[in-house]
């Protein structure tokens, strides 16, 4: 069994026969021991505190009353509030403040006082800058959180008719408010691949324009619909090098929320190693010797890929013969 990846975390409670319970799910939003994790915008509220690594805040019931209003139910048809789960029996909620504009005056006064942390560093943080130096379980707590309200942002309205929809199933499902249509919309997340194709003692690493300074990484694409993850896997691969790969194995996968992923990593054996990169994908793609990477020291000229992410798990299980 490997353990889990970043942004997903066993310890986490989803309580999904609850989300139907509504009499339950409203008497959790004013429970005084329920906890709401702000989400605005696509971005989360941490706090660093002298300096430290950030902590996601996360919020007590009696200090959002006045924002959540006396209306819980319309907030949970709004999808504003989204049940996330339980946590050391606590219910979590996402509350999404992404319609204010000035989203830390609003909490400021009653909410974050309240929270105990004072006027320390509170900030809305891009949780792809802050991430790799979270708590794992944290980090999957905001992962959810941004997940679920980047899902309901982009699903006001119903695909089929265009009239509106309304969260159900405290924010697990949307439905067409048109009742000749009614149609019922899930979360999404779709699915890529991501994979470390090896050819003996080497690995094939590229590297976007997009990457920051020196960074290699693994191949990765989206897969496409009517193809096997193997395929996904092969054809990515050829797309982008011109390697074609033989076996292909499962890993691992990970939930990466930016915005709405499933990364689902492999390893994968090359049979051809004459590299053709396409360069509107890749700036460039090399083979590296394992003994190379062991022993090289990140710099400008190459860099690992970030702590937080499947492809430095790929690769460093790899090099360790795991
Ligand atoms: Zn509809």
Redesign the pocket.
């Known amino acids: 069994m490997r353990g889990s990846n970043f942004y997903s975390h066993p310890g986490f409670e989803r309580a999904g026969l609850r989300r139907r319970d509504t009499a339950w799910i409203v008497e959790r939003v004013v429970d005084p021991g329920s906890l709401f994790v702000p989400v605005w915008r696509n971005q989360n509220l941490v706090v660093e505190l002298d300096g430290g690594e950030p902590q996601a805040v996360v919020l007590a019931s009696a200090s959002i009353t006045s924002i959540l209003g006396a209306r819980v139910e319309e907030r949970l048809g709004s999808g504003d509030v989204v049940f996330l789960g339980v946590i050391e029996e606590r219910a979590h909620f996402a509350l999404d403040l992404s319609p204010v504009e000035t989203p830390l005056e609003t909490l400021h006064s009653p909410a974050v006082a309240a929270s105990g942390i004072g006027a320390a560093t509170v900030r809305f943080a891009d949780l792809r800058q802050v991430g790799p130096r979270i708590d794992r379980r944290e980090g999957a707590l905001l992962a959810l959180a941004r997940a679920m309200t980047f899902w309901h942002s982009r699903h006001r309205y119903?695909?089929?008719?265009?009239?509106p929809?309304r969260s159900e199933e405290a924010g697990h499902m949307r439905r067409?408010?048109?009742p000749d249509?009614?149609?019922m919309h899930f979360p999404r997340t779709d699915p890529a691949v991501i994979m470390l194709v090896t050819h003996g003692e080497r690995a094939l690493l590229g590297r976007s324009r997009n990457f920051a300074p020196g960074m290699y990484s693994t191949l990765a694409g989206f897969v496409e619909p009517g193809e096997s993850l193997e395929d996904a896997v092969a054809r990515e691969v050829r797309e982008e090098t011109g390697i074609e790969v033989g076996a292909v194995r499962y890993h691992s996968s990970q939930p990466w929320p930016f915005p709405a992923n499933i990364m689902l990593g492999f390893h994968a054996e090359a049979l051809t190693t004459e590299i053709t990169v396409d360069y509107g994908e890749l700036e460039d793609a090399r083979w590296c010797e394992r003994d190379w990477l062991l022993t090289h020291v990140d710099d400008d000229s190459f860099r690992m890929p970030r702590l937080d992410s499947i492809a430095r798990r790929l690769i460093e299980d790899w090099l360790h013969g795991r």
Request: charged share 0%; aromatic share 0%; hydrophobic share 10%.
């Open positions: 119903c695909g089929l008719c265009g009239s929809t067409c408010t048109n249509c009614n149609t």
